[in-house]
């Protein structure tokens, strides 16, 4: 029996820098106290909580009790075998008692542990989604502004390039419509070539034809032939100054087309140099 109150008085020795189990342990140690009595003199009774580390938020210590110092204290005479059989179940059940309020405190601490855990789990979770989201949308914009880019360059070269095709065609165009319009000018040329010279072929003709019968002829017919050549002199003189006035008129018309065309072709060459400095200066 004194062997196992000695465990269990170093035990409850041991369990003293526990300051989950100081308020249990204290109550062990007034039942101590009021089984053995005070010490014999006239101090104020101090127990061995006194020098125990204190805990941030524990109990304190109990305080000392102090004791008349005009009565002396009993000194009680208690067999250390009856002691110890009294005390062992007392101290078995504040042990018991202690065991039991450490575990519920260091759950309690635990739980409230587990709980601040999880709000700042939560508050840093509520954060890094928020910057996730801020992510997420700085990211959408970025793309947006890149896409927005991306078109308007595919849609300025688009627009250059429709301009330079235009350019290309209507280039394409007026040259095609002036090298016809020169090609219809040499066919209308040649088509008046060939009336003259059919002209002068049948002049020639009327001509030698005169000749002929001027020479068959008699006295009578030479006035007739004369006649005959002289109108037909002046109807050759009439056609040939027709001729001529066509000519000129037909060559006067060609040159003013000409010159109306190189006007026309010098505006277009303005415009499209005009044009081509605008797209290189857009470019």
């Known amino acids: 029996q004194n062997i196992q109150l000695q465990k269990l008085l170093q035990e409850y020795e041991q369990r003293l820098s526990?300051?989950?189990?100081?308020?249990?342990?204290?109550?062990?140690?007034?039942?101590l106290a009021a089984a053995v009595g005070p010490?014999?003199?006239d101090e104020v009774y101090k127990n061995d909580f006194e020098d125990a580390p204190a805990d941030d938020g524990g109990p304190a210590a109990p305080e000392a009790r102090p004791v008349s110092s005009g009565v002396p204290p009993p000194v009680i005479n208690v067999d250390m075998a009856?002691?110890?059989?009294?005390?062992?179940?007392?101290?078995?059940?504040f042990m018991q008692n202690l065991q039991q309020q450490?575990?519920?405190t260091a759950i309690e601490r635990e739980e409230r542990l587990v709980r601040q855990l999880?709000?700042?789990?939560?508050?840093?979770?509520?954060?890094?989604?928020?910057?996730?989201?801020?992510r997420w949308q700085e990211e959408m914009e970025q793309r947006a502004a890149q896409d927005r880019a991306e078109r308007l360059g595919r849609e300025e070269r688009e627009r250059l390039e429709r301009v330079a095709k235009d350019e290309q065609e209507r280039e394409e165009r007026a040259f095609r419509e002036q090298r016809e319009h020169e090609?219809?000018?040499?066919?209308e040329q040649a088509e008046r070539d060939e009336r003259l010279v059919r002209l002068k072929a049948e002049m020639e003709e009327r001509e030698a034809w005169t000749?002929?019968?001027?020479?068959?002829?008699a006295a009578e017919q030479k006035t007739a032939l004369e006649r005959v050549a002289l109108q037909n002199k002046i109807a050759l003189e009439q056609a040939?100054?027709?001729?001529?006035?066509?000519?000129?008129?037909?060559?006067?018309?060609?040159?003013?087309?000409?010159?109306?065309?190189?006007?026309v072709h010098k505006l277009e060459l303005e415009s499209m140099q005009a044009k081509n400095v605008e797209l290189a200066e857009m470019q």
């Open 240 to 263: 040939t100054r027709q001729a001529a006035q066509t000519i000129q008129e037909m060559e006067k018309r060609m040159n003013d087309e000409k010159r109306h065309l190189r006007e």
């Open 18 to 31: 526990n300051p989950a189990a100081r308020v249990v342990t204290e109550a062990a140690a007034g039942v």
């Open 211 to 217: 000749k002929r019968e001027r020479d068959k002829g």
């Open 102 to 104: 450490v575990v519920s």
């Open 183 to 187: 090609e219809r000018l040499m066919r």
């Open 82 to 93: 009856v002691l110890a059989q009294t005390l062992a179940p007392q101290l078995q059940e």
């Open 118 to 134: 999880q709000v700042e789990f939560e508050a840093n979770f509520s954060k890094a989604e928020d910057l996730r989201v801020l």
């Open 39 to 41: 010490a014999p003199d």
